[in-house]
């Protein structure tokens, strides 16, 4: 479904890598444009560059949907780019102390150890 206002976040080849559709707050629509660009980031190979991305995302809007979101990104970042596997399991018990109601807990409770 196409909502009023949409705004999409492009990388440098025109690929769209973020959709943020219908209103919400100031705070939630940056964050999410901040992911955005992390996922342009993530998706073009610059995992370092996407890690620092999401965890400035999850440290400046903790508490907000996109933080979980970012955390769970940031660890998957770490592990493709320094192949750090020990970071999935990590985010999977923060996910559960912090966000235990969001859809990132969830997904990423297939590292749990």
Same mark, same amino acid.
């Given at each position: *479904?196409?909502?009023? /206002?949409?705004?999409?976040?492009?990388? /440098?080849?025109?690929?769209?890598?973020?959709?943020? +559709?219908?209103? *919400? /707050?100031?705070?939630?629509?940056?964050?999410? %444009?901040?992911? $955005? %660009?992390?996922?342009?980031?993530?998706? @073009? $190979?610059?995992?370092?560059?996407? +890690?620092?991305?999401? $965890?400035?995302?999850?440290?400046?809007?903790? $508490? *907000?949907?996109?933080?979980?979101?970012? %955390?769970?990104?940031? !660890?998957?970042?770490?592990?493709?780019?320094?192949?750090?596997?020990? !970071?999935?399991?990590?985010?999977?018990?923060?996910?559960?102390?912090?966000? /235990?109601? @969001? +859809?990132? !807990?969830?997904?990423?409770?297939?590292?749990?150890?």
């Amino acid at each position: *479904m196409t909502w009023t /206002p949409t705004v999409l976040v492009l990388d /440098p080849t025109g690929t769209e890598r973020q959709r943020v +559709e219908g209103y *919400m /707050p100031n705070r939630e629509f940056r964050a999410q %444009l901040e992911i $955005g %660009l992390a996922r342009a980031a993530f998706k @073009s $190979g610059r995992f370092e560059d996407a +890690e620092d991305l999401y $965890g400035r995302v999850a440290a400046g809007y903790a $508490g *907000m949907p996109a933080a979980a979101e970012a %955390l769970y990104w940031r !660890a998957v970042s770490r592990y493709k780019g320094k192949g750090e596997g020990a !970071a999935l399991g990590e985010v999977a018990a923060q996910l559960s102390r912090e966000y /235990p109601n @969001s +859809e990132w !807990a969830t997904k990423a409770t297939v590292w749990a150890q």
